[in-house]
């Protein structure tokens, strides 16, 4: 029963376009939610949050978007980068992050120069 | 740099003999993670550790095992590896329980033959 889908297993954006990757729960109970980033040969390492009070966080080039009625995340990259190609989780969490992560299973960013 | 090493990055068994993975941190922290990916999976936790208590997930087969010295390692042991146990094996650290920022390490590939 895989609560956190990333339906995408792959996606290829130009150079400088924005990248939107999607995320869906299933789990009512999930109220935190993180994106991790992967290069090859490296662990995961983390790139952003949100949590359910909010709609949308930003860092930088890196915004993520939750709507909960929805059950749907996405991750924007704008403008993309070549660095940016890696894999990226999905993850989430109840108990706003006091319960143990669960990760979708991934969708491989590639940015063409 | 602070961070999360694991050792070793590949390792081939046979199939049924004893195999442990290494983990070590350097950031302190009071949790620790491990997680089995397998190929095109999400990252399952298998169980972790809050300073020495540990945490079993409860599908967590019992033919692994983990031991937790002391707050900078930590050890996966498999007992009796059979072909499905082929993965990644991640370890993961937080300065708190729950669903928070983890620190990953670059993973262990296990190979069962």
């Known amino acids: 029963d895989q609560q956190v889908k990333q339906n995408s297993p792959s996606l290829s954006v130009q150079e400088g376009r924005i990248s939107i990757l999607n995320c869906d729960y299933t789990?009512?109970?999930?109220?935190?939610f993180l994106w991790y980033k992967k290069y090859p040969a490296e662990g995961p390492t983390f790139l952003i949050s949100?949590?359910?009070?909010?709609d949308k966080n930003e860092d930088g080039r890196f915004t993520v978007f939750l709507n909960k009625s929805a059950k749907h995340l996405s991750l924007h990259i704008v403008p993309s980068q070549p660095g940016d190609s890696a894999v990226y989780f999905c993850?989430?969490?109840?108990?706003?992050?006091?319960?143990?992560?669960?990760f979708g299973t991934g969708t491989r960013l590639t940015i063409i120069p | 740099d602070a961070m999360v090493i694991q050792n070793p990055r590949y390792q081939v068994t046979q199939f049924g003999k004893p195999v442990t993975l290494s983990c070590s941190q350097t950031?302190?922290?009071?949790?620790m993670y491990w997680y089995q990916q397998k190929s095109s999976q999400a990252p399952k936790l298998l169980f972790h550790?809050?300073?020495?208590?540990?945490?079993n997930e409860a599908d967590t087969p019992d033919n692994f095992q983990s031991r937790r010295p002391n707050t900078s390692f930590c050890f996966l042991d498999i007992r009796s590896p059979g072909l499905g146990d082929a993965a990644m094996y991640l370890c993961?650290?937080?300065?708190?329980?729950?669903?928070?920022?983890?620190?990953f390490g670059p993973g262990t590939r296990l190979t069962v033959t």
């Open positions: 993961a650290t937080s300065g708190r329980l729950g669903g928070y920022e983890q620190y």
């Open positions: 789990n009512s109970m999930f109220d935190y």
């Open positions: 949100i949590s359910s009070i909010k």
């Open positions: 993850a989430a969490s109840a108990n706003f992050g006091n319960e143990k992560l669960t």
């Open positions: 950031l302190n922290h009071n949790v």
């Open positions: 550790y809050y300073d020495k208590d540990f945490n």
